[in-house]
């Protein structure tokens, strides 16, 4: 998943960057309203932490003027713990969930986990595909009840795809969903990690849609007349 940090408290910024990318999300940030503006404008976020006091532009403004121009993503603010009229200001400009300064960044973590499960269409925190289980929470991943140990990147992929179940994925979705703004959107890497992923789950439930892309399912998806757990095909993934 890729989120947004917008907070002009530099070391507050740099904490929640570290501590997002700690648990496997791409992070990127902006210091003041206008840059984060831009950036949740034209870049596809999953879920966005945006300050209220920002310089240059404020957050509701943000907020507001990204509805209006129809962005739908998730937006978490963050407010003065007396500030109860910016918290209503907030949800009424599109806020999703707010968090009150000084917080635990446990906390952040837990309601991002629940925005995102809600914006895929998700109730608990453990998702399911077949055997596979990924438990959002704990980040742990299960075939068959037997703990299966992935890389960050590895998991992230998987996460995501788990998010989307059902749901044929494409490459670029994945690029843009997964990596910050410095990815190399031209390399394999999507590639060799889907190879990956097939190798330890070791199930049959990450299936190639030739020319369209990935998708999670528990038995072989049959799209266009294709085998979607056949190997070759334009993306081609390693096994």
């Not at 918290?87 to 999703?96: C, E, I, M, T």
Request: glycine share 10%; proline share 4%; net charge negative.
């Amino acid at each position: 998943m890729r989120l947004l940090v917008i907070e002009d408290d530099k070391d507050l910024n740099r904490q929640l960057v570290a501590a997002l990318e700690a648990v496997g999300y791409a992070v990127d940030s902006a210091f003041d309203g206008e840059e984060g503006h831009f950036l949740g404008d034209t870049e596809p976020y999953d879920a966005v932490i945006l300050d209220i006091g920002l310089p240059k532009m404020d957050g509701i403004a943000v907020l507001t003027s990204w509805r209006k121009a129809g962005r739908t993503m998730p937006v978490l603010i963050l407010t003065a713990r007396d500030g109860w009229t910016e918290k209503v200001r907030g949800f009424d400009a599109g806020a999703d969930d707010y968090v009150a300064k000084p917080f635990h960044v446990e906390e952040i973590l837990a309601r991002l986990r629940a925005l995102l499960r809600r914006a895929a269409g998700h109730a608990s925190s453990e998702l399911t595909c077949g055997p596979v289980a990924l438990d959002t929470r704990s980040g742990r991943v299960l075939v068959a009840g037997a703990p299966v140990k992935l890389t960050s990147h590895e998991y992230r992929l998987l996460a995501y795809l788990m998010h989307h179940s059902g749901r044929v994925v494409s490459r670029t979705e994945i690029v843009e969903h997964l990596y910050d703004q410095d990815f190399d959107r031209d390399s394999n890497t999507i590639e060799v990690f889907i190879g990956r992923l097939r190798k330890k789950l070791g199930v049959d439930v990450l299936h190639t849609v030739r020319g369209l892309g990935y998708v999670m399912e528990p038995e072989p998806a049959d799209r266009d007349g294709t085998s979607a757990g056949a190997a070759g095909g334009p993306l081609n993934p390693a096994r």
